[in-house]
């Protein structure tokens, strides 16, 4: 489960730059992820709440929430240019059938924001 790793990766950054500004804890970690971006929103709920329980980061408390938006993946075709939702990342546009598509979006994981005190 890669989304183990990229949970720790996330907490580590969020919590040297919180410790950075000053802050004792952090309330709340926000997160884009995208739908073609091949992490599991559940299981990243899940490893956020292993982490919360394993003590690693003392600035996460039992009250520390994951707040995850996802970003709905868009393309573009090069053929006819409609702009669709693909369901794969390999998309085959669903007007003229050519997998000429481009992704104008959906393959985000980034932080967005924190907030704590």
């Known amino acids: 489960?890669?989304?183990m790793g990229l949970m720790e990766d996330a907490i580590q950054i969020v919590s040297e730059d919180a410790e950075k500004h000053g802050f004792r804890n952090i309330d709340?970690?926000?997160?884009?992820?995208?739908d073609l971006s091949n992490v599991l929103p559940d299981a990243l709920?899940?490893?956020?709440?292993?982490i919360k329980r394993s003590g690693e980061s003392p600035l996460l408390s039992a009250q520390t929430r994951l707040d995850l938006i996802r970003e709905r993946g868009r393309a573009k075709c090069t053929v006819c240019e409609i702009e669709y939702e693909p369901t794969k990342?390999?998309?085959?546009?669903?007007?003229?059938g050519m997998p000429f598509g481009v992704l104008l979006s959906g393959e985000t994981f980034k932080i967005e924001s924190y907030e704590g005190s």
């Open 45 to 50: 709920q899940f490893a956020f709440e292993a």
């Open 89 to 96: 990342y390999l998309a085959i546009c669903p007007e003229c």
């Open 28 to 34: 709340s970690v926000t997160l884009i992820v995208g």
């Open 1 to 3: 489960m890669h989304e």
